[in-house]
């Protein structure tokens, strides 16, 4: 019995040993197995986090490109408004000196109907001072009884001069319009 007992114990020993070794290889397997299922998703997580990343850098480079051509179209616009606003500027600048050219024109002709004016007003003083020169001396002639007041030719001259049928005020008349 003792030595069945051994014999027993030997093959419980050795069937464990064969299970232990089943066990192992089967674990062992099982490992190999999931070792190689790990390596798969783990490549597959990989390839996942590589295709989100080319994704993630396709997303940026095409945000990139839309802001480019986004700043391209307001670059545009802005050079369209700085060209508008060079031309109205220049519009400005024309109009402006053909408004300072007109004023010049303007305060020019100013400047020669002053003038007329006052060589009209010059030549009008100059004659009615004439005149009065040749009054003065015609009333000293008359005074000095050298003629007598019916035969002046210059005192029927004035006599004329502020008769309804004459002509009043002519001397305002040469003036002209200012």
């Known amino acids: ?3 069945e007992s051994m014999e027993q114990k030997q093959r419980e020993m050795v069937k464990r040993h064969e299970e232990d ?4 290889t089967v674990s062992f397997g099982k490992t190999e197995k999931a070792k190689d299922l790990m390596i798969k998703k783990l490549e597959e997580a990989l390839k996942t986090q590589e295709r989100m990343a080319a994704r993630r850098l396709d ?10 051509a986004k700043r391209t179209r307001q ?5 369209e408004q700085i ?6 500027l220049d519009d400005l600048r024309e109009h402006l000196g ?9 305060e020019k002709e100013l400047k020669e109907r ?20 040749v009054l003065v ?3 000293l002639r008359i005074a000095d009884g050298d003629i007598d007041a019916t035969d002046s030719q210059v005192v029927r001259q004035e006599r004329r001069k502020w008769s309804p049928s004459g002509r009043l005020f002519s001397a305002e008349r040469f003036l002209g319009e200012f």
């Open 59 to 68: 997303s940026e480079f095409f945000d990139m490109r839309a802001d480019l």
């Open 98 to 106: 053909n408004v300072k050219s007109k004023r010049d024109v303007q």
């Open 75 to 79: 670059n545009i616009k802005l050079t």
């Open 21 to 24: 070794i089943k066990t192992l």
């Open 114 to 133: 002053k003038q007329k004016f006052i060589n009209n007003a010059q030549r009008v003083i100059k004659s009615q001072q004439d005149h009065n020169d």
């Open 83 to 88: 060209r508008d606003l060079q031309e109205d």
């Open 137 to 139: 001396a015609e009333l």
């Open 1 to 3: 019995m003792l030595q």
